[in-house]
């Protein structure tokens, strides 16, 4: 038993998993940005070569460029900012979600929900705050966390609405 276990270490060893990933990417172009940014529900971009991506971290904000480091970060609410080649800006708000930025020179941002910043209802994101803070005293541990998540959620999109940032 001890002596098959041994052999699959020795197996999984032996692949070079780190040794594939560092191959060269045939048909990219470090130049390029490509961008795939999508939600469950919505594909924003896909495989899109852009000029930039500026995407809220918990980290801070992360500006990613052509031949930028290989990078993965958690989403926080706020404002995606997507610049294209041509120079037209498209804000929208996520929610949550990751960012990874390849090797190849790809990024994803693959966020829980995608939103358009103009489409934000700055009074239905005010009446939402003011339930969360209220509900963030209230019930159970879990309860009064996912009121503490409900409001800084809102707080961003506060934000996002009124160009705060």
Do not use: W
């Not at 958690?74 to 960012?99: A, D, H, W, Y």
């Not at 790809?106 to 969360?132: F, G, N, P, T």
């Not at 509900?135 to 966390?145: T, Y």
């Amino acid at each position: 038993m001890l002596a098959r276990t041994i052999q699959r270490f020795s197996a999984v060893a032996q692949r070079g998993y780190a040794a594939a990933a560092a191959a060269p990417v045939k048909n990219a172009n470090p130049d390029e940005l490509r961008l795939t940014f999508a939600s469950p529900d919505t594909a924003v971009f896909s495989n899109a070569v852009v000029k930039q991506v500026d995407v809220p971290t918990l980290a801070g904000m992360v500006g990613v460029l052509a031949n930028h480091v290989p990078t993965i970060g958690v989403l926080k609410p706020g404002v995606v900012t997507v610049t294209t080649n041509e120079g037209n800006v498209q804000r929208l708000f996520v929610s949550s979600g990751t960012l990874s930025v390849n090797i190849d020179g790809s990024c994803q941002v693959l966020a829980e929900e995608v939103l358009k910043v103009e489409e934000i209802d700055e009074s239905a994101a005010r009446a939402e705050l003011d339930a969360a803070q209220r509900a963030s005293g209230e019930g159970s541990e879990v309860a009064r966390a996912e009121a503490q998540i409900r409001a800084e959620v809102a707080e961003a999109l506060i934000k996002a609405a009124t160009n705060q940032q």
